[in-house]
């Protein structure tokens, strides 16, 4: 989650490799290691305090008014505060959301583990569509994705259920699946978390010193156990840092739940803030109150991390690209694997698209495909909106600005805590991750409150900065992934030859790590295409993107049309990376992340 | 069609011009340069201004379709932004506090939300000529006027999923019937925490005017059916597909479309039910208040809220439109009483202490159907 996090290396005997060797004691080099922070860390620290810092302390001045800052009638109170942090009408909410993303995080790394170490241990057939068909989720608005499997799963009228009744000639009652139960909420909640347990860790894995497994496994140790006694503890810091990161956004969800119509014995802190800001009388001040109360969990969470790090990393050897691991050999093994991922590729894409392709030519939802009567009306609807161009040009703008902005700052962020570190780097890394520590709609209120008063309030302007800030924790977090894998001393050879520093991250390192960036690039191509929290609170009239109005057309009902406009963002998705893999050959896989 | 507005707006001139002579404050358009016909010259102010930004929180692209019918009579394009309720209401003070002029003409289901905007000084004052054929009790004269149709909250059922003599007793007395035990595991309900009114309508039966028929009992009854918890959304959505064959607490105007669709669902107005009007004003700090004005003289026109009607498949509001909609023959449907529906929710200080965060009607409905939200 946060940057010092190293995938790729190897705690233990450097064993002869050409590595450099850290010796970090914890805490105490650093300390002495005290010096004036560099240019580049102060620009860095000035865009994140724009970016980050005041949205967030906009949340914080936000909780403790009487009103919405801003409003006439508003003044000093700590009502909001101690409702919120005393009053105890949200500790069940609080438990039980921190419990839920603990869960959820802990059983997406578990899959996301294993998946990654078959994908990059095993000769596993056709591993690369199985790759993509485990990422395929995140292109899906999850509540898109929960909508899809309501249709799909549900007990009385899921298409599963209702199709193989007549054709199985079974009971009218008979449920075969059923989604609207405690696994089936996770099994939803899982297929969008498990992809990003699965690229951390497989960047990871693919970036290993491999010597290491060769090592135990010419010293006669079996698959399994260099796997558990060797991979697994190497991976440590990939695993703890992809186990916070999910539970950080797994504090946020509320619409899986809410839509698969689960009763859970507590309502989560989401759907609490989401309460106080869309229910009459909306209350913002309750919201940003508990908006703090998620940020400083989460606080403690990027501090425990960061410690756990520090700890795994006592003697660390950082060394520069080394060779591909050798593969598993597992004859019969490879093609269960196999089996096992078409499965999951059927459930968490195939089927999901289909449904969705399915509700955008039927004008309400017939589940039983005998009756199923289709038409394009939908599609002629969405087509002939007046605002349709001004979206899709809103989509195209966040599409490409966020992410380029994203990596390039992230890029900085990365470089400060990683290489430079000391203190200000500290601070760095703890800023560069806040965002994702401040549900979407509130930081998106923070940003509202913080711009209401200029003249780029209501354009697409606004809505970029929001995002940019947002997805700051996932650039940083790329980029340092990648920047860690570079042998430092091919910098420092530019810097002894009398560059700037400037000129050495746009001629060294910038080219070193343009595949890692690349990649992060249509990640994050991806993420700002889909956002809609944010968006929602931002956008005026005209600076609403595609993702708004399927939001929308959620919201009155209108789920055909919100198929369509999903399906429409489905295929810009696509033809961004697709332009990104043709024309800037950056792939959209774990290999450089 | 287009010559009988053109007609219409001829008309609509003349009264304008009568209206003016006869009400000293801003009322309808005048021109004292000119002195000319004022409908026209306010026609090309507006023209001139170029635009219109309509914020609403109604269902958006029956917002869309009916604001492009001022398009099409007058080429002046409309920016529609809708929003949720009071995220749209927190949106808009936000904005005006900050004299950020974006709003031109301002529209919100919620009536206590758009009286504070007039107390806050956020409205203009303006009487659209014909403002009288609204109804008065909706209306804040001078300032707001309730120009798009009511919505009324329903009890529905999925008719392919329930039999003729079952819709006989949901149309009877439809709470009794959703809590039958032949429909367990079958109902969905909405819960009062998604909106004041689906709270209100929950207060109705347990607490307020419905009490003495219904009270506490018949929810628990209802809830001894084990209903799926949905909001409104998600729950027409689960009443079309078959998931649930009955359905408490959707708004009528989100069942319309499906029904003009041919989706299998019919609905029926229990008593006692809620409902309400959204009200729709001119923004004093309005960018376009020309086009703005002309905007109201338009939507209180009787082909502008033809449309609506048309667009929505809501009651027409208009006392000179006739309700000519399909659905007024069908045998299953009966409008509601206007004069029985309890609209008064929003100033009932029993039912507004008990639902707010301290009172302890949620508190109890939570516990009754075994909810924790």
Same mark, same amino acid.
């Given at each position: 989650?946060?940057?010092?996090?190293?995938?790729?290396?190897?705690?233990?005997?450097?064993?002869?490799?050409?590595?450099?060797?850290?010796?970090?004691?914890?805490?105490?080099?650093r300390r002495t290691r005290l010096r004036a922070p560099s240019a580049l860390a102060i620009v860095i620290l000035l865009l994140l305090l724009g970016l980050v810092a005041g949205p967030v302390l906009m949340v914080f001045v936000g909780a403790v008014q009487s009103e919405a800052p801003g409003l006439p009638n508003n003044h000093f109170s700590w009502d909001a505060v101690f409702r919120v942090y005393f009053s105890g009408d949200f500790y069940g909410s609080l438990l039980g959301t921190l419990g839920m993303a603990i869960a959820t995080a802990a059983l997406s790394v578990v899959f996301g583990g294993i998946?990654?170490?078959?994908?990059?241990?095993?000769?596993?057939?056709?591993?690369?569509?199985?790759?993509?068909?485990?990422?395929?989720?995140?292109?899906?608005?999850?509540?898109?994705?929960?909508?899809?499997?309501?249709?799909? @799963?549900?007990?009385?009228?899921?298409?599963?259920?209702?199709n193989l009744r007549w054709m199985l000639g079974l009971d009218d009652d008979t449920v075969l699946v059923n989604i609207m139960t405690l696994p089936g909420v996770v099994f939803v909640m899982l297929l969008f978390y498990v992809p990003y347990a699965y690229l951390f860790i497989s960047s990871a894995l693919r970036n290993m010193?491999?010597?290491?497994?060769?090592?135990?496994?010419?010293?006669?140790?079996?698959?399994? @156990?260099? !796997?558990?006694?060797?991979?697994?503890?190497?991976?440590?810091?990939?695993?703890?840092?992809?186990?916070?990161?999910? +539970?950080?956004?797994?504090?946020?969800?509320?619409?899986?739940?809410?839509?698969?119509?689960?009763?859970?014995?507590?309502?989560?802190?989401?759907?609490?803030?989401?309460? @106080?800001?869309?229910?009459?009388?909306?209350?913002?001040?309750?919201?940003?109150?508990?908006?703090?109360?998620l940020f400083w969990f989460t606080l403690v969470g990027v501090y425990l991390y960061r410690r756990s790090v520090r700890n795994a990393n006592r003697? #660390?050897?950082?060394?520069?690209?080394?060779?591909?691991?050798?593969?598993? @050999?597992?004859?019969?093994?490879?093609?269960? !694997?196999? !089996?096992?991922?078409?499965?999951? +590729?059927?459930?968490? !894409?195939?089927?999901?698209?289909?449904?969705?392709?399915?509700?955008?030519?039927?004008?309400?939802?017939?589940?039983?495909?005998?009756?199923?009567?289709?038409?394009?009306?939908?599609?002629?609807?969405v087509w002939t909106r007046p605002d349709v161009a001004t979206?899709?040009?809103?989509?195209? #703008?966040?599409?490409?600005?966020?992410p380029t902005v994203v990596v390039l700052i992230g890029l900085g962020?990365?470089?400060? #805590?990683?290489?430079?570190?000391?203190?200000?780097g500290a601070l760095i890394d703890y800023l560069g991750t806040f965002p994702i520590a401040v549900p979407g709609i509130v930081f998106a209120t923070g940003v509202l409150w913080l711009y209401v008063r200029t003249p780029v309030y209501a354009t697409v302007f606004v809505v970029t900065i929001a995002l940019i800030g947002a997805y700051m924790p996932h650039g940083a977090r790329f980029a340092s992934a990648g920047l860690i894998q570079i042998d430092r001393s091919l910098e420092e050879a530019a810097r002894m030859n009398g560059a700037s520093k400037l000129r050495m991250l746009f001629t060294v390192t910038f080219p070193l790590l343009r595949p890692s960036l690349l990649s992060a690039w249509t990640l994050l191509f991806v993420f700002a295409t889909r956002e809609v929290n944010e968006a929602v609170i931002l956008s005026g009239p005209k600076s609403r993107p595609l993702s708004v109005l399927a939001w929308n057309y959620v919201e009155q009902g209108s789920l055909q049309q919100a198929a369509v406009v999903g399906l429409f963002l489905t295929v810009v998705m696509a033809v961004g990376i697709l332009f990104a893999r043709v024309v800037l050959r950056a792939k959209l896989d774990s290999s450089n992340l | 069609m287009n010559n009988f507005r053109k007609v219409a707006t001829l008309a609509l001139g003349a009264a304008v011009l009568w209206a003016a002579a006869g009400c000293a404050a801003d009322t309808a358009p005048t021109d004292q340069k000119t002195g000319s016909d004022p409908m026209a010259a306010l026609i090309a102010a507006a023209k001139a201004e170029g635009e219109l930004t309509f914020y609403g929180d109604a269902n958006e692209t029956s917002l869309q379709k009916w604001t492009q019918g001022f398009t099409d009579e007058y080429g002046i394009p409309v920016n529609v932004l809708r929003m949720p309720g009071s995220e749209l209401a927190q949106r808009f003070q936000q904005e005006q506090a900050a004299g950020q002029a974006q709003a031109d003409i301002f529209s919100i289901a919620d009536r206590v939300s758009m009286e504070k905007m007039v107390t806050a000084g956020y409205i203009t004052e303006y009487t659209p000529a014909d403002a009288g054929n609204y109804p008065a009790e909706q209306s804040k004269a001078g300032y707001y006027y309730p120009l798009q149709n009511g919505?009324?909250?329903?009890?529905?059922?999925?008719?392919?999923?329930?039999?003729?003599?079952?819709?006989?007793?949901?149309?009877?007395?439809?709470?009794?019937?959703?809590?039958?035990?032949?429909?367990?595991?079958?109902?969905?309900?909405?819960?009062?925490?998604?909106?004041?009114?689906?709270?209100?309508?929950?207060?109705?039966?347990?607490?307020?005017?419905g009490a003495g028929t219904y009270g506490w009992d018949a929810l628990k009854a209802v809830a001894a059916n084990k209903p799926l918890i949905q909001s409104s959304a998600t729950l027409v959505q689960s009443l079309v597909q078959g998931e649930v064959s009955i359905a408490v607490g959707i708004?009528?105007?989100?069942?319309?479309?499906?029904?003009?669709?041919?989706?299998?669902?019919?609905?029926?107005?229990?008593?006692?039910?809620?409902?309400?009007?959204?009200?729709?004003?001119?923004?004093?700090?309005?960018?376009?208040?020309?086009?703005?004005?002309?905007?109201?003289?338009?939507?209180?026109?009787?082909?502008?809220?033809?449309?609506?009607?048309?667009?929505?498949?809501?009651?027409?509001?208009?006392?000179?439109?006739?309700?000519?909609?399909?659905?007024?023959?069908?045998?299953?449907?009966?409008?509601?009483?206007?004069?029985?529906?309890?609209?008064?929710?929003?100033?009932?200080?029993?039912?507004?202490?008990?639902?707010?965060?301290?009172?302890?009607?949620?508190?109890?409905?939570?516990?009754?159907?075994?909810?924790?939200g």
């Open positions: 989650m946060t940057l010092l996090d190293r995938p790729g290396v190897a705690p233990g005997e450097p064993g002869g490799s050409a590595t450099e060797i850290v010796a970090l004691p914890p805490g105490g080099a998946a990654a170490w078959f994908l990059t241990r095993v000769a596993v057939p056709l591993r690369r569509l199985w790759e993509f068909g485990l990422i395929l989720p995140l292109f899906l608005s999850p509540f898109v994705g929960a909508l899809a499997w309501l249709l799909l @799963a549900a007990p009385n009228s899921g298409i599963i259920n209702v010193d491999p010597s290491l497994e060769e090592a135990s496994s010419m010293n006669g140790r079996g698959t399994f @156990a260099t !796997a558990m006694r060797v991979t697994l503890p190497m991976m440590r810091p990939a695993i703890v840092a992809s186990f916070f990161f999910v +539970a950080v956004l797994a504090t946020g969800v509320f619409v899986i739940p809410a839509v698969l119509g689960l009763n859970t014995s507590f309502s989560p802190l989401a759907v609490e803030v989401y309460r @106080a800001m869309t229910v009459f009388p909306s209350n913002p001040p309750t919201a940003a109150a508990l908006g703090t109360l003697y #660390v050897t950082l060394s520069a690209r080394a060779t591909r691991p050798r593969a598993v @050999a597992l004859p019969v093994g490879r093609w269960v !694997a196999a !089996a096992f991922f078409a499965v999951y +590729a059927l459930l968490a !894409a195939v089927l999901p698209y289909l449904t969705l392709i399915l509700m955008s030519l039927t004008p309400f939802a017939i589940t039983d495909l005998r009756n199923i009567k289709l038409s394009l009306s939908g599609i002629t609807q979206a899709f040009g809103n989509t195209l #703008v966040l599409g490409i600005v966020v962020v990365a470089y400060v #805590v990683v290489r430079e570190r000391g203190r200000l | 919505y009324f909250q329903t009890i529905a059922y999925n008719t392919s999923k329930v039999s003729a003599e079952d819709i006989a007793k949901i149309q009877a007395d439809p709470l009794k019937a959703a809590a039958d035990p032949k429909f367990k595991g079958k109902v969905g309900v909405n819960m009062p925490q998604s909106s004041q009114q689906i709270a209100a309508l929950y207060y109705g039966w347990s607490e307020g005017d708004t009528d105007s989100l069942e319309f479309s499906y029904v003009a669709q041919g989706a299998p669902i019919q609905f029926v107005y229990p008593a006692p039910t809620v409902g309400g009007y959204f009200s729709d004003a001119i923004v004093k700090s309005a960018p376009h208040p020309n086009a703005a004005k002309l905007f109201m003289e338009w939507a209180t026109s009787v082909e502008a809220n033809q449309l609506y009607t048309q667009i929505t498949g809501t009651a027409p509001v208009n006392s000179k439109v006739k309700d000519e909609r399909d659905i007024m023959s069908q045998d299953w449907y009966t409008a509601p009483d206007t004069a029985k529906v309890w609209f008064d929710f929003i100033n009932d200080d029993a039912f507004l202490k008990a639902s707010d965060a301290k009172g302890d009607f949620l508190k109890k409905w939570n516990g009754v159907f075994g909810y924790n």
